[in-house]
């Protein structure tokens, strides 16, 4: 990260701040730029402000503690008030790509359970169309070669040519979320329905949840240097 898109994080953050009010129940996304939010958030936190956050990934769990940041379980607070959360790519539909850091599943499911969602992001990820960082997975462990070659089939029924579909490594294995699941990132280069292909992957025996957010973010908070815009949902 560059220290200028260090300083956009921080500030789309920094705005997203301003919708939190005291006694809230927050859902706390997972990757650099809710991290961002994190810290900003225990500032307030260490001040008095009373809210109860629920985290994405065990990544945010371990940061949010380490700040100070009272956590609860999901099914304890749901329905929660907002969930603030990074993303790969938004575009102006208010459609993301989400999963980079590999936390899709939790972060789906804590953005489903908010009333509201408030997406943050410096303006690198803002986009005219989704589909050029490669759209993250997560399958089942089990047989999941062949669904991966139903994703291929299904991206290919679509219209979509040459999807390059790659099974996720780190630190030299096979890369497992929190949930123990593997993922497969899938490069589209362009989507041009995010709705079509949300669906006919949601459909697929083996996937467990994949990285298109459509329809679920109320907000989206892109720093550029100087400003902060605001784009709502239209809904
Ligand atoms: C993690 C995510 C993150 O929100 C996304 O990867 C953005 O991360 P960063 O703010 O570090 O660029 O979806 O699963």
Redesign the pocket.
């Known amino acids: 990260m560059t220290a200028n898109s260090d300083a956009l ?1 921080r500030a789309a953050a920094a705005k997203a701040l301003e919708y939190v009010t005291p006694g809230m129940k927050l859902g706390l ?6 991290e961002a939010f994190l810290e900003l958030l225990a500032t307030k936190v260490r001040g008095g402000l009373s809210i109860l956050g629920v985290p994405t990934s065990d990544r945010t769990a371990q940061r949010a503690r380490a700040l100070g940041i009272p956590l609860a379980a999901l099914d304890d607070l749901a329905p929660l008030d907002l969930t603030v ?4 790519e938004a575009d102006r539909d208010l459609s993301l790509i ?7 599943l939790r ?1 789906k499911i804590v953005a489903a359970s908010s009333k509201r969602m408030i997406v943050i992001a410096d303006e690198a990820k803002l986009v005219a169309r989704l589909g050029k960082f490669a759209l993250p997975v997560e399958v089942l462990e089990f047989g999941h070669r062949s669904t991966a070659a139903r994703l291929a089939a299904s991206a290919a029924f679509l219209g979509y040519g040459n999807v390059s579909i790659t099974l996720r490594h780190r630190d030299g294995g096979v890369f497992k979320s929190d949930s123990g699941n593997v993922i497969y990132d899938c490069a589209f280069g362009a989507i041009t329905s995010a709705q079509k292909l949300a669906q006919a992957f949601a459909d697929i025996a083996g996937v467990v949840e994949h990285g298109l957010f459509v329809g679920m973010a109320s907000t989206l908070l892109i720093a550029h240097p100087g400003e902060v815009e605001v784009i709502e949902s239209g809904k």
């Open positions: 994080k996304g997972t990757g650099s730029t809710a959360d990074g993303a790969d989400k999963g980079g850091g590999g936390a899709l972060e």
